[in-house]
């Protein structure tokens, strides 16, 4: 449609100028990315529109309304004029997904905008708020009302004026003094954080093409690096992870019934619990632009958490500076901290968040139910209690959801939104919202020990400390999950989070700790192997990062350089020792499959149980939270692209080796799906009964 009314325009002489817009105040989202998973090369269909827009003889205007992202973007990089709204955001995401903006986007913008904001666009996908791309020079105009008539002013106004210094393609790339160096260390960067991710490396190649061949020669090098990504397996992983994060907002109660909106217009929020978790919470509210009360038992307390979450909130005010939005943090309707519980009767969504004591979350819920109005939506922060167990201590079991906010809470995505026995679809629903509201990535599980995250997490620390028992190094299981894509290892990471957390849970749990009994055995609890290795390393002071020792060694208490500590090797040498344990060579290959098909076999369990609605909803809550490799899918579309009989397989092979880790041992739902020939992942859950589905 737009090369043939390109094509009319150009042919009738009535036609003096062109304005391109799009439908519903929105330019273009790009193109559809279902459309890549087809062998069909997009890009190289829309390139050479974009070429025939650039070469019109007539003035071309981009009116930019809503979002110009990718392909988009790049019909706009081809217009002579770009006009937006001061609301429209605008980017070049293709990177996101796995690719590059093949329509010869890596060669227009960086002749545009220059090369450093060029690629730092490019190789990020972030998007960008009119104001900013008018500063970078992206858009020649923004207006706050109609768009599309200051567009039809723009052009009538060029009229007749020459075409040539606004065709991007003849434009040469601005100059760096230091081009070479500038290049080398952006390079260098790309790499460092890509972690084996293809598409920013081969964004930074294209654009790079740009700065040293003509143009045309540059757009050929665009299309061959398009080609490898498309074929890569990296950008079906990524298209996957994106439509599953919209996946995720659609979910059914047993008793099927979806609801998807409730429109709040002002609900008062309490967040309760001023500690780490609540001041991200509350930060994120206000950030969310919801007006939010914050309480704490007592007045020190108090102080010190507003502190830190002024603290916070003037740090984001500041990266939010020059963009559309402003932080209203300073006025006491909007945010105000009290230690006075008698606010609890006015609001309309209450987020508790304080440590994790099952007997003090009871307590607390209990004067909950008591003081809040009716209506009253009451939230426990929680990584792993029972929430049927915290809503049997109020009288309005149907209003009590947890919501799993991931460390820190202003930064992280993932929400989980743990629905209990008696928890009501508007409950889940409004949770839901109110995720959206914050930005975040809300998927909606059922109450389990652990939850879907933790709960598949356990199997890969325990996998992982098992290994270092058997003969492997922290630095060493580390590293195999590092390369794999994971930003940090499992040690590196309960070093990060505090080993005395899981220390405190595991005492509770009567697995360590004075309440265990007598005479148990140092490697056995409850007949399944147990290691007391992360116990003996508490018991010692070692905690982490906050004692400057854990799994690793720190410069200091506090300290975030983790070394290798020989201190650790020799320990590991002496347990070993004395218990008997003959130390062996552990290939890459066994840490790797131990600790990921654990994970995956866990995540198989959940499915089957109906804690989660789907695989995708396991791997959002992984892309999401824990940091598994985007370019990777999460764990379940991994787990098919590995091909669920060779997980199975090798599942089998550790489990006869560890007959007492009943973690090892393959889950009945994957033996299922192997045995009706490896179904494809959005087969999966029509293999399951639905007679009791939780979700
Ligand atoms: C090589 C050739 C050059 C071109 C390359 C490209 O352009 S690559 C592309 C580069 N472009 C991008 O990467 C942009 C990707 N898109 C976005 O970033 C966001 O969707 C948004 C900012 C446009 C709107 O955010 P929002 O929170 O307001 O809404 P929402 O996110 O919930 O989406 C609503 C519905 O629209 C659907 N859908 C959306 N976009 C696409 C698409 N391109 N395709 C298909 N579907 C798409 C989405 O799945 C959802 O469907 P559902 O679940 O209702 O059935």
């Known amino acids: ?120 666009m490019i190789t990020t996908g972030k998007h960008i708020p009119a104001t900013e791309a008018l500063k970078l020079g992206l858009v020649d105009e923004i207006v706050e009302e109609n768009t599309i008539e200051a567009a039809i002013r723009l052009a009538n106004k060029v009229i007749g004026q020459p075409l040539g210094p606004r065709r991007l393609s003849l434009k040469p790339v601005p100059k760096l003094p230091n081009m070479e160096a500038f290049l080398q260390e952006a390079q260098v960067k790309v790499k460092r954080q890509a972690r084996g991710f293809l598409a920013p490396e081969l964004c930074f ?63 008062l929020l309490l967040s309760l619990g001023l500690g780490t978790m609540g001041q991200g919470i509350v930060t994120s509210l206000v950030k969310a632009n919801i007006p939010v009360v914050a309480l704490e038992q007592n007045l020190e307390y108090l102080n010190k958490g507003r502190k830190a979450v002024m603290v916070l909130l003037e740090r984001e005010a500041k990266k939010m500076e020059g963009g559309a939005q402003k932080l209203d943090f300073h006025n006491p309707a909007r945010l105000q901290f009290t230690v006075d519980f008698n606010l609890l009767h006015d609001v309309d969504l209450v987020i508790e968040a304080v440590f994790e004591n099952m007997a003090l979350k009871k307590e607390i819920f209990h004067k909950l139910s008591n003081i809040c109005k009716p209506g009253a939506l009451l939230c426990t922060n929680t990584s792993a209690l029972d929430i049927d167990e915290i809503a049997s201590a109020t009288s309005r079991p149907q209003q009590v959801i947890g919501t799993h906010f991931f460390s820190p809470a202003h930064v992280m995505r993932l929400l989980e939104i743990i629905y209990g026995r008696h928890t009501s679809p508007s409950a889940i629903a409004t949770a839901m919202q109110l995720a959206k509201d914050m930005k975040k990535v809300g998927v909606v599980v059922g109450n389990c020990f652990g939850f879907v995250g933790n709960r598949m997490m356990f199997p890969y620390v325990e996998q992982a400390v098992f290994l270092l028992e058997e003969g ?47 005479g148990s055995s140092a490697r056995q609890r409850r007949g399944q192997r147990y290691s007391p290795l ?162």
């Open 472 to 518: 492997s190094r922290p630095e060493a299981v580390d590293q195999v999950l590092e390369d794999f894509g994971f930003k940090i290892g499992p040690f590196r990471m309960s070093d990060l989070a505090g080993l005395d957390v899981g220390w405190r849970s595991r005492k509770g749990q009567g697995l360590t700790g004075p309440s265990l009994p007598a």
């Open 205 to 267: 190649q294209a654009v790079q093409a740009a700065t040293q061949r003509p143009f045309a020669e540059g757009v050929r090098r665009e299309r061959e690096l398009f080609q490898v990504l498309l074929s890569s397996g990296q950008a079906q992983a990524l298209q996957y992870a994106f439509f599953a994060e919209r996946a995720v907002h659609r979910w059914a109660t047993p008793g099927g019934i979806n609801l998807l909106f409730i429109i709040f217009d002002s609900i």
């Open 534 to 695: 992360p116990d003996l390393l508490c018991e010692r002071g070692r905690f982490g990062q906050k004692t400057g020792k854990g799994w690793y060694q720190y410069e200091r208490a506090g300290g975030r350089t983790a070394t290798p500590d020989p201190w650790i090797h020799g320990f590991l040498s002496q347990y070993r020792d004395t218990h008997r344990i003959e130390t062996r060579y552990i290939d890459q290959e066994e840490i790797l499959e131990r600790c990921l098909f654990s994970l995956i076999n866990e995540g198989f369990a959940i499915l089957a149980e109906g804690i989660a609605s789907g695989p995708e909803h396991l791997d959002v809550i992984y892309l999401n939270g824990y940091g598994w490799p985007k370019h990777r899918g999460g764990p379940m579309f991994y787990a098919s692209t590995v091909g669920l009989p060779r997980v199975l397989a090798k599942l089998q092979k550790y489990s006869e080796a560890h007959p007492d880790v009943p973690k090892l041992r393959p889950s009945a739902f994957l033996k299922k799906l192997v045995a009706v020939g490896n179904a494809p992942l959005k087969e999966w859950m029509s293999y399951l009964s639905r007679q009791s589905p939780k979700l």
């Open 1 to 120: 449609a737009l090369e043939d009314g390109l094509k009319k325009a150009d042919a009738d002489p009535s036609v003096k100028a062109v304005m391109i817009c799009g439908e519903n105040g929105k330019f273009s989202a790009g193109a559809d990315i279902r459309g890549f998973s087809s062998p069909k090369t997009l890009g190289v269909a829309l390139g050479p529109i974009v070429s025939l827009i650039e070469s019109s003889e007539k003035p071309v205007v981009a009116a930019i309304e809503g979002v110009a992202l990718g392909g988009g973007l790049e019909v706009a990089l081809g217009c002579h004029y770009r006009v937006a709204h001061a609301k429209a955001r605008m980017g070049l995401p293709e990177v996101t997904i796995g690719l590059l903006p093949g329509a010869e986007g890596t060669q227009r913008l960086p002749r545009l905008i220059g090369v450093p904001a060029a690629l730092d």
